[in-house]
């Protein structure tokens, strides 16, 4: 089952732009990540914030958590053509540690 | 190159045919885990190997679903009569022991599956 909602599902947006997506979830988690995937290809890991962590930064990324809310947000500034792809947040909990995504957001990015 | 690989990238099968996946692991990962993908949703956790064991698998798995990992290096996912609710892209992936790397998981490029 989906855990997590991200917010917006697509985002379009011009060249230069900040993109920034929301991800919702509903139990208590060891930590939050976020990935990419470009249309039909695999997952690119693009970051991940710890539960006891509120902010990161990884040179365009910035992601927030709040684990009171139960939310994160990922912030993409000056947005580029290439950065067209879906974003997903996961998070990690349970025995297995396996990861829990939600359906992800479509980010477009125009030239 | 190093990173997770998978075989094949694509399968199209008949309706109750069997087929096998591959999933070939970063060679110090100890973690493996197999995630379905449908069109329009993040993926869905299937299954997880800690070396050669299988320790967890998602209510997801029905009992036609199996999956190996022999000597806790490559595994494989077979799908023994296949439904057309099958179609979808198997995700494999791979990490290290959380503590060192906080379970950062590397993902494989999937096996697209199509059941005709």
């Known amino acids: 089952s989906q855990q997590g909602e991200e917010d917006p599902q697509a985002l379009s947006i011009q060249e230069g732009e900040n993109a920034t997506m929301n991800c919702s979830y509903k139990t208590s988690i060891n930590n939050l990540q976020w990935y990419r995937q470009n249309s039909g290809r695999g997952l690119v890991h693009l970051i991940l914030i710890r539960s006891n962590e509120r902010e990161k930064h990884s040179g365009r990324l910035r992601v927030t958590l709040d684990t009171s809310k139960k939310s994160s947000s990922l912030l993409i500034t000056a947005s580029r053509a290439a950065d067209t792809a879906s974003y997903f947040c996961?998070?990690?909990?349970?025995?297995?540690?396996?990861?829990?995504f939600g359906s992800g957001t479509q980010l477009t990015v125009l030239p | 190159d190093t990173g997770v690989s998978q075989n094949p990238r694509h399968k199209i099968t008949k309706r109750g045919q069997n087929v096998t996946f591959r999933c070939d692991p970063i060679?110090?990962?100890?973690?493996l885990y197999w995630y379905r993908q449908t069109l329009g949703q993040g993926p869905e956790f299937l299954t997880y190997?800690?070396?050669?064991?299988?320790?967890?698998k998602s209510r997801l798995l029905s009992d036609r679903f199996s999956a190996e990992r022999p000597k806790g290096s490559f595994s494989t996912l077979e799908i023994q009569r296949t439904e057309q609710g099958d179609s979808a892209m198997y995700l494999c992936a791979s990490s290290s022991a959380p503590g060192r790397d906080h379970n950062e998981q590397f993902f494989g490029p999937g096996t697209r599956l199509t059941v005709l």
């Open positions: 996961a998070t990690d909990s349970g025995s297995a540690r396996q990861l829990t």
């Open positions: 060679s110090e990962h100890n973690r």
């Open positions: 190997f800690q070396n050669e064991a299988q320790l967890e």
